[in-house]
C-alpha cells in the first residue's frame, strides 16, 4: 500500500505591514470584526496591541501574589518549627515566638518566591521555550525582528473562512497576505 503525502494544514494568514501604526489600526479592525485567534508580531513594543488582541494580563500579578504569600508563609513556618517546635532556646529571657525577629528572613523569601513565581509564570503563559512556531514558515516573516510588523489570523478561529478572511485582511492595505502552514 503506497502513502501518498498530504497537503501541509492551514495554520491561518499572515499580514505584513511598514509601521506599528497600520499594525495597531488593523488590529482594531480585526478585533472589531470579532477574529478571536489573533496575535501580532513586531520588532518593538507598539503600546495597545497587546490589550487590541485580547490578550490577558491579569494572570501574572495573581501568580506574583500567589509566590509572594507562599513565601511569606515558608519563611514564617519554617522559623516557627525551628525556633518554637523542634529548638526551643531561652536566648535572654525572650520569649520562642520572637517573630520580629523573624523578619528579614520572612521577606527574603517572600521576595524569593515571588521573583521565581514571576520567572515560572511568564514562561508558562508565554509557551517558552517555543524552538518552532509555524509563522516561520512565512518566507517574510524573518523581518518581524528588523523593520516588519505582522498580523496573525489563525484559521482554529471561529469566524476564520479562507477566502473571506483573506479578502477581509486585503481591505487593511498590507504588503502582503500569506497563507501560513503548519
Not at 40 to 69: C, D, M, Q, R, W
Not at 149 to 159: C, R, W
Amino acid at each position: 500500500m503506497a502513502q501518498t503525502a498530504s497537503a501541509p494544514a492551514l495554520y491561518g494568514l499572515l499580514a505584513e505591514f511598514d509601521s506599528g501604526t497600520a499594525l495597531l489600526e488593523a488590529a482594531r479592525r480585526v478585533s472589531g470584526a470579532g477574529y478571536t485567534k489573533t496575535d501580532g508580531f513586531s520588532p518593538l513594543p507598539v503600546h495597545g496591541l497587546a490589550e487590541t488582541l485580547g490578550f490577558n494580563e491579569h494572570k501574572i500579578p495573581g501568580i506574583i501574589l500567589a509566590g509572594g504569600i507562599t513565601g511569606l508563609l515558608t519563611g514564617y513556618g519554617l522559623q516557627y518549627w525551628t525556633q518554637v517546635i523542634a529548638y526551643p532556646e531561652n536566648i535572654g529571657g525572650r520569649p520562642t515566638l520572637s517573630w520580629v525577629s523573624w523578619i528579614p528572613p520572612m521577606f527574603e523569601l517572600t521576595v524569593l518566591f515571588a521573583a521565581t513565581a514571576a520567572v515560572i509564570g511568564m514562561l508558562s503563559l508565554n509557551g517558552l521555550p517555543a524552538p518552532y512556531h509555524p509563522v516561520f514558515n512565512a518566507p517574510r516573516f524573518k523581518f518581524a525582528s528588523q523593520d516588519k510588523f505582522f498580523l496573525l489570523i489563525e484559521a482554529a478561529d471561529p469566524k476564520f473562512k479562507l477566502d473571506e478572511t483573506r479578502a477581509f485582511l486585503a481591505s487593511l492595505q498590507p504588503r502582503e497576505v500569506v497563507a501560513v502552514e503548519e
